[in-house]
């Protein structure tokens, strides 16, 4: 009879866990469905050849980007401190303001497909403020995608070096 019971014990353990395994396995998003949505920018860094790091947007970067469910997506990147215009006027701005804006943003929007298999998200710009970005394809690798965090490297920037891009989930 304590066979018996032992047995009951272990056969409900076991439905108990099947069942657990395959609700947690039917609630996990796709790396695809997981990518889909707004992300606010967490830290750009510039790696060199010999490992150190480089914040390209400063210490306190601002930037936002979106994906969208139908292979549209979006994106902003600026240093948080932006000089503001001097005239306050947008065309009448001096050549150190224009510099210092263009210096210290970047923004452009395309296409995307994302491999998932590869973990590669593979862009088509449509336009940029960085004109010689456009053209062919590019691509990011995702070297982290949770529900709240994304981080993917660009390993072909026009600085030679690799970036490494830390978003969080937009809120």
Do not use: C
């Not at 076991?14 to 395959?22: A, K, N």
């Not at 990518?35 to 930037?63: E, H, I, M, Y």
């Amino acid at each position: 009879m304590k066979q018996v019971r032992k047995l009951i014990a272990i056969s409900s353990f076991m439905v108990g866990m099947v069942t657990l395994t395959h609700h947690a396995g039917a609630q996990q998003k796709s790396q695809q469905e997981q990518l889909v949505g707004a992300w606010t920018l967490v830290s750009a860094d510039s790696v060199r050849t010999d490992g150190s790091k480089v914040a390209v947007f400063g210490s306190n970067p601002k930037g936002t980007m979106g994906f969208s469910g139908d292979g549209h997506f979006a994106l902003v990147q600026m240093r948080g401190d932006i000089p503001r215009l001097a005239s306050n006027s947008r065309d009448q701005g001096t050549s150190d303001e224009y510099k210092a804006i263009v210096g210290g943003s970047l923004a452009y929007f395309g296409t995307y497909s994302l491999n998932e298999a590869d973990k590669i998200i593979s862009i088509q710009l449509e336009g940029s403020t960085f004109a010689n970005l456009m053209g062919g394809e590019q691509k990011r690798i995702i070297t982290n995608l949770t529900a709240d965090e994304l981080t993917f490297t660009n390993p072909r920037n026009p600085s030679g070096t690799t970036l490494e891009v830390t978003w969080k989930r937009a809120r």
